[in-house]
T-cell receptor, first 112, second 115 residues
Framework: SQQGEEDPQALSIQEGENATMNCSYK?????LQWYRQNSGRGLVHLILIRSNEREKHSGRLRVTLDTSKKSSSLLITASRAADTASYFCATVSTSGTYKYIFGTGTRLKVLA | EAGVTQFPSHSVIEKGQTVTLRCDPI?????LYWYRRVMGKEIKFLLHFVKESKQDESGMPNNRFLAERTGGTYSTLKVQPAELEDSGVYFC?????????????FGEGSRLTVL
């Protein structure tokens, strides 16, 4: 089974609020990445955090990684209607071949 | 620079028919991946090419699925014969560097509906 599990499955917030979504995984990882998918489109890379990093920022995005708990969170601050999309975490394992494992995603809806 | 392109964007076929999906990665990207998403479930890994070689095909569901990447450029994914459970969105992604440092660039997907 896929190891990336995002939580919550769906999230609805008002514009201007912060959105937090979580990702749990099972194996040791080299890095963890977050992607966004707008409806009917392909996935777009947002941010990458390496296993030796604990926090990373990019614009309104903040990602944390806790390797002891095998979990990551993505925080979107001051959300906008344009942030409405599905968000996926992807992990790259330290062992085996270099395949990215995605989860089921979090559907975020930002209400204007 | 052109992104990852996939064709067709949508295909509707009858059970038992054959469908071939095509992916053109970004020029110069050695890594090419196929993924599938079925009915809002996880985006499931199918296989990974490095140039023309299959690096990992552990996610291929069964022998009805055949992926090729002749010459290390574009790739095709053939489903023959198609079954109802093959319906879903098939994504292709490519990257230039080894996965431990690189982001994936995705196409917009090919939606397959098997009736």
């Amino acid at each position: 089974s896929q190891q990336g599990e995002e939580d919550p499955q769906a999230l609805s917030i008002q514009e201007g609020e912060n959105a937090t979504m979580n990702c749990s995984y099972k194996t040791s990882i080299n890095n963890l990445q977050w992607y966004r998918q707008n409806s009917g489109r392909g996935l777009v890379h947002l941010i990458l955090i390496r296993s030796n990093e604990r926090e990373k920022h990019s614009g309104r995005l903040r990602v944390t990684l806790d390797t002891s708990k095998k979990s990551s969170s993505l925080l979107i601050t001051a959300s906008r209607a344009a942030d409405t999309a599905s968000y996926f975490c992807a992990t790259v394992s330290t062992s085996g071949t270099y395949k990215y494992i995605f989860g089921t995603g979090t559907r975020l809806k930002v209400l204007a | 620079e052109a992104g990852v392109t996939q064709f067709p964007s949508h295909s509707v076929i009858e059970k038992g028919q054959t469908v071939t999906l095509r992916c053109d990665p970004i020029s110069g990207h050695d890594n090419l991946y196929w993924y599938r998403r079925v009915m809002g479930k996880e985006i499931k890994f199918l296989l990974h090419f490095v140039k023309e070689s299959k690096q990992d095909e552990s996610g291929m569901p069964n022998n009805r699925f055949l992926a090729e990447r002749t010459g290390g450029t574009y790739s095709t994914l053939k489903v023959q014969p198609a079954e109802l459970e093959d319906s879903g969105v098939y994504f292709c992604a490519s990257s230039q560097v080894r996965a431990n440092t690189g982001e994936l660039f995705f196409g917009e997907g090919s939606r397959l509906t098997v009736l």
